[in-house]
């Protein structure tokens, strides 16, 4: 089952943040939990695992690592690889690589995007419709060699191989 809470840290939402993803200050207050709280149910939920994330960089870099930081939580999961990054090397055929973009391409959903559960299943299906129909046949299959792909270079090189 996926993993999902929202976290109250009683701070005055953006109005641009709010118009994205729809949660309200008193919203928040009503359904989201004390971040410790959610940190330590979202640590055992991953444990060790990678985590995998559409724009990893900015997910582990600019809001769970400093966010584990500054709570003083445990770690959950390990840096896995990008899903984007991933999506840069295996499709060629949509105008930009985001997950919007890629959503409405291969009619991955109807889901309302920027909200976290939405663009997890989203995800999951980008891996399970497109990703895998691509990968498999190359030899791409597992999580290691699937995460070395999503690292190689050059772009070019790396969609010529799935096309063999």
């Not at 410790?36 to 055992?44: C, T």
């Not at 870099?61 to 584990?68: C, F, K, N, S, T």
């Not at 991933?86 to 973009?101: G, M, Q």
Request: aromatic content about 10%.
């Amino acid at each position: 089952d996926p993993f999902q809470m929202l976290l109250n840290h009683e701070v005055p939402i953006d109005p641009g943040a709010e118009a994205v993803h729809g949660y309200s200050r008193e919203y928040l207050r009503l359904h989201g939990e004390d971040p410790r709280r959610a940190h330590q149910a979202f640590h055992d939920y991953a444990g060790e695992l990678p985590i995998v994330a559409y724009n990893l960089a900015f997910d582990w870099g600019r809001v769970l690592a400093p966010e584990y930081r500054r709570l003083g939580v445990p770690v959950s999961g390990t840096k896995g690889f990008c899903a984007m990054t991933l999506a840069r090397r295996v499709i060629d055929e949509t105008p930009n690589h985001r997950l919007e973009t890629l959503k409405q391409h291969f009619r991955l959903g109807d889901e309302r995007s920027h909200r976290g559960l939405n663009d997890v299943k989203t995800t999951v299906r980008l891996f399970q419709q497109v990703f895998r129909d691509r990968l498999e046949p190359a030899g791409i299959v597992g999580f290691e060699t699937v995460a070395k792909f999503s690292k190689r270079t050059p772009l070019s090189r790396c969609r010529q191989e799935l096309r063999r």
